[in-house]
T-cell receptor
Framework: DVKVTQSSRYLVKRTGEKVFLECVQD?????MFWYRQDPGLGLRLIYF???????EKGDIPEGYSVSREKKERFSLILESASTNQTSMYLC???????????????FGPGTRLTVL | RKEVEQDPGPFNVPEGATVAFNCTYS??????FFWYRQDCRKEPKLLMS???SGNEDGRFTAQLNRASQYISLLIRDSKLSDSATYLC??????????FGKGTRLHILP
């Protein structure tokens, strides 16, 4: 079974703090994704990566950055957390390389981030 | 037209009944279609892929209608444990997978 793990299930941070969310997958997947999910807005893609050291902006990258130094690990960074970044953050991975985004995605358990 | 649309529901269905819901998509060139299930405060989990010929897994049947650009999910003999939000996913114009906002299903005892 594909396993995608995220560093924290729940996180509480203060406005202005730098926040790191980590995601690790153990199936040697090429593609990794970060989403946020909010009531009524569904899943929104923040950033994705098709390979180590590669990153692509999704639909809502503002206020976020990412790092992919190793194939199995994809980190999401909130440079200066704000209250409007309170959300459920979901990491996902899929098999295949660049251009092979048709494959099904497998999600981690999510991190519920609250910014005070 | 939004890239992927679903009726948000909720669908309130008695246990044992059959329920179906659709997901419409705007990109006629889409090739990949999926149904996910998401329980409250949990992550989406892949339920099934949707192939051109359809797909069946036990009580669940997924179908693709290319002419009308929608996919459907049929649940037969519904169980209380089927209560969840069902998300569809379709590859969009830029080849990224686009998720619908989900349809909430409540199975009533």
């Amino acid at each position: 079974d594909v396993k995608v793990t995220q560093s924290s299930r729940y996180l509480v941070k203060r406005t202005g703090e730098k926040v790191f969310l980590e995601c690790v997958q153990d199936m040697d997947h090429e593609n990794m994704f970060w989403y946020r999910q909010d009531p009524g807005l569904g899943l929104r893609l923040i950033y994705f990566s098709y390979d180590v050291k590669m990153k692509e902006k999704g639909d809502i990258p503002e206020g976020y950055s990412v790092s992919r130094e190793k194939k199995e690990r994809f980190s999401l960074i909130l440079e200066s957390a704000s209250t409007n970044q309170t959300s459920m953050y979901l990491c996902a991975s899929s098999i295949g390389g660049e251009g092979s985004s048709y494959n099904e995605q497998f999600f981690g358990p999510g991190t519920r981030l609250t910014v005070l | 037209r939004k890239e992927v649309e679903q009726d948000p529901g909720p669908f309130n269905v008695p246990e044992g009944a059959t329920v179906a819901f659709n997901c419409t998509y705007s990109n006629s060139a889409s090739q990949s279609f999926f149904w996910y299930r998401q329980d409250c405060r949990k992550e989406p989990k892949l339920l099934m892929s949707v192939y051109s010929s359809g797909n069946e897994d036990g009580r669940f049947t997924a179908q693709l209608n290319r002419a009308s650009q929608y996919i459907s999910l049929l649940i037969r003999d519904s169980k209380l444990s089927d209560s969840a939000t069902y998300l569809c996913a379709v590859n969009g114009r830029d080849d990224k997978i686009i998720f619908g906002k989900g349809t909430r299903l409540h199975i009533l005892p």
